[in-house]
């Protein structure tokens, strides 16, 4: 069985037959789903989704490239509130985007501060987005002391100097769609010298679909083929990766079942 640690199911992109994509995701023997909440929209929805389904979870947090709409005292306090439900297993996606210009810069590191500390307050792991901005994600995360909780750095797209600092700060390192593509030398790189038991899978539904679907529609069933590439960049088999990883989404997310 696999876990798809990072999904947006939620997303309007599914909501023609989004019970469909949930029941392939099963029938690929995918048992467990975290789907993630990052701005005023899409909490509620993926706080629904976690009540709806027994095997799908929640994330919830403030987006880099939403920082400059949240009302930080409010919104926080929501946030910390819903992190008391039982399917709530991290704070996320937080971060940095220097990509997307929506959130002037200092929002963002403010908003990211605050979150990480409201995950140290809570003993919550975190889910990190980090596109553009390396230097300044390892920073913040150091210098509040991320390590106390740990969590994933999703879909990691640095290099292996950037992966090794996160993972001596606790972090486990999330592969998705981008290392099952032919011209994806870095990722490649980075997966065969992450140790494996602090490798993630994911898929980022619905972006970022592995090859053969790159371009279309990504779904939760699709991180099989991550799973496939993963094993092979490790030398081992596909059934080797799937426990290894289900292993260590349950340990990095507290996870039970």
Not at 232 to 238: F, G, L, M, N, W
């Amino acid at each position: 069985m696999l876990i798809d640690t990072h999904a947006h199911l939620d997303s309007p992109k599914f909501d023609n037959d989004r019970e469909e994509v949930i029941a392939r995701a099963l029938e690929a023997g995918i048992d467990t789903i975290v789907n993630i909440g990052f701005n005023r929209e899409t909490i509620p929805s993926t706080m629904a989704l976690a009540e709806k389904y027994p095997y799908i979870f929640a994330a919830v947090g403030w987006h880099p490239t939403d920082a400059v709409d949240m009302r930080l005292e409010e919104d926080l306090a929501w946030i910390e509130r819903l992190c008391s439900h039982p399917k709530v297993v991290a704070i996320g996606e937080i971060g940095l985007d220097y990509y997307w210009d929506t959130s002037p810069k200092e929002i963002q590191h403010t908003v990211f501060r605050e979150q990480i500390r409201l995950a140290r307050k809570l003993n919550k792991p975190i889910v990190i987005h980090n596109r553009d901005a390396h230097e300044d994600v390892v920073r913040l995360l150091k210098e509040e002391k991320a390590e106390e909780v740990g969590g994933i750095m999703h879909c990691f797209s640095g290099s292996w100097e950037t992966a090794k600092k996160c993972l001596d700060m606790n972090f486990y390192i999330s592969f998705g769609g981008p290392v099952t593509f032919k011209n994806a030398r870095v990722p490649k790189e980075v997966l065969e010298r992450v140790p494996l038991d602090r490798i993630l899978l994911e898929t980022d539904a619905p972006y970022l679909a592995p090859h053969p679907y790159r371009g279309k529609r990504n779904e939760s069933a699709y991180v099989r083929l991550v799973a496939e590439a993963a094993a092979e960049i490790k030398s081992i088999s596909v059934e080797e990766i799937e426990k290894i990883t289900s292993e260590n989404g349950r340990r990095c997310l507290g996870l039970t079942r």
